[in-house]
């Protein structure tokens, strides 16, 4: 086992974990790494702010809910890590049924190369969602304990609330909050450290979705809320930015405009569920932020084959 001590002994078995799940995924880290990978990665989450600030040129890419063929496919469509810049939006984990293969490999390249990746917290990212929607039960089958499944929720307390591209594109996983108006409120103002509350900033930022009403309105999902074109244009005019980048809900092409072309939501996990029939999106920057849409279908069907005692929830959020 290596030294995690070290820093040279510590990234050659970062990298030797990556190429191992990446080549067999069913080659799970020992619970032991998965505790100092954690260690590692929340080491470098928490020097980072609640928006925290990114460079072009870089790959913005939306939901992954656990379907981990899908995400090696992304990476072979978008370039790996850190050939390519990515921006993950959120919800690593539940749906699909490699959640633990899906998140540990993420927080892999972000303890690995922690300038070229950056993850945020999405609203499935908590302790209570994972408990229903399949990330605790996956762990149990998998490791045996749920102690895996305590090292990465705790993690996921550090996740950054949202991003902010070049200065001008604000990237939450779900929405805006009534509860904030500028980022750097939500620089300031709120301690993020702390499992999804059920109201407030850091429960708006994760679970809000735009809406053709105009204002603020109760959510359907029962957390955060809706927020129609005029909030989107009222934030972006007083923060000074060209749009509001979001993943969150399933959208049939894998990206959909919202309001007047300021909001976008990108989703980036094809035939959702493995029964929705969508593609994926991902939104590509380059350096002088150009934008570029790729969409692509799902992995070869091979790569479905349910786990023993595996199951999906029936319904959705």
């Known amino acids: 086992m290596a030294d ?33 990978l954690c260690e590692a990665a929340i080491q470098i989450l928490r020097t980072e702010d609640n928006v925290v600030p990114v460079s072009a040129p870089l790959t913005v ?16 469509i978008g370039g790996p890590c850190p050939d390519t810049n990515y921006l993950f939006l ?74 902010l591209i070049e200065g001008s594109v604000f990237t939450p996983h779900g929405g805006l909050s009534p509860s904030v108006q500028t980022i750097s409120q939500i620089n300031s103002e709120i301690d993020r450290v702390k499992e999804v509350p059920h109201d407030g900033p850091i429960c708006d930022l994760v679970w809000s979705d735009p809406d053709d009403r105009e204002g603020w309105n ?3 999902r029962g957390a955060g809320y809706t927020f129609g074109e005029d909030v989107s244009l009222k934030f972006s005019h007083d923060n000074r930015l060209s749009n509001v980048i979001r993943a969150h809900q399933l959208v049939m092409e894998g990206f959909q405009w919202h309001h007047s072309e300021t909001v976008l939501t990108i989703f980036s ?34 790569a479905y084959v ?8 029936d319904y959705f959020l």
């Open 4 to 36: 995690w001590q070290d820093s040279t002994s510590r990234l050659t078995a970062l990298e030797v974990h990556i190429a191992g799940l990446t080549k067999a995924p069913d080659g799970l880290l020992p619970e032991k790494d998965v505790e100092r």
């Open 61 to 76: 890419v939306g939901d992954i809910h656990g379907q981990y063929y899908d995400l090696l496919e992304m990476f072979s």
């Open 90 to 163: 959120g919800d690593y984990v539940d749906r699909g049924h490699h959640s633990v293969e899906c998140v540990t490999l993420l927080v892999l390249l972000k303890a690995r190369y922690p300038d070229r990746i950056h993850i945020l917290r999405g609203n499935h990212e908590s302790r209570q969602i994972t408990q229903v929607y399949g990330f605790y039960d996956e762990v149990l089958r998998k490791y045996g304990s749920a102690n895996v499944w305590l090292r990465f929720t705790e993690l996921f307390d550090y996740l950054p609330l949202a991003g």
């Open 218 to 220: 109760v959510s359907a």
């Open 269 to 302: 996990a094809p035939n959702y569920c493995y029964r929705c029939g969508n593609q994926a999106g991902i939104l590509e920057f380059d350096e002088r932020m150009n934008q570029h849409i790729t969409t692509f279908d799902p992995a070869p069907n091979h």
């Open 306 to 313: 349910t786990p023993p005692d595996a199951r999906l929830p």
